[in-house]
């Protein structure tokens, strides 16, 4: 069973950034793929931003692209996500999530899923 453990969150103000930072216990890593998804209160979690832990091929939400960069460190089993020029609608718990295999875009096909961490972003 892999757990994975969301941090950085937090509450900074419209225009700063955060980096949030996920770290899977499984040591096996380079055929996975994992993402980032957010849930704002009322609304349906979506989609932010996704990476090959194999070949590193990234895909962004419309609302991350320019704004949002996903990398990841192998070595350390760490998935990060840098956010800049936050803006309040960024305001959700952000989940990270792992699956085996190809990356993808759609929530339900990941396998795992961290506890989230919180973003506010203050106007």
């Known amino acids: 069973q892999v757990q994975l453990v969301e941090s950085g969150g937090g509450l900074v103000q419209a225009g700063d950034s955060l980096r949030l930072s996920c770290k899977a216990s499984?040591?096996?890593?380079?055929?996975?793929?994992m993402g980032w998804f957010r849930q704002a209160p009322g609304k349906e979690r979506e989609f932010v931003s996704s990476?090959?832990?194999?070949?590193?091929?990234?895909y962004y939400s419309n609302s991350a692209k320019g704004r949002f960069t996903i990398s990841r460190d192998n070595a350390k089993n760490t998935m990060y996500l840098q956010m800049n020029n936050l803006k309040p609608e960024d305001t959700a718990v952000y989940y990270c999530?792992?699956?085996?295999?190809?990356?993808?875009?759609?929530?339900?096909?990941?396998?795992?899923w961290g506890q989230g961490t919180q973003v506010t972003i203050s106007s």
């Open positions: 499984e040591h096996t890593f380079t055929h996975w793929a």
């Open positions: 999530a792992l699956k085996y295999g190809w990356v993808v875009t759609t929530a339900p096909e990941y396998d795992y």
């Open positions: 990476i090959s832990m194999n070949n590193g091929e990234t």
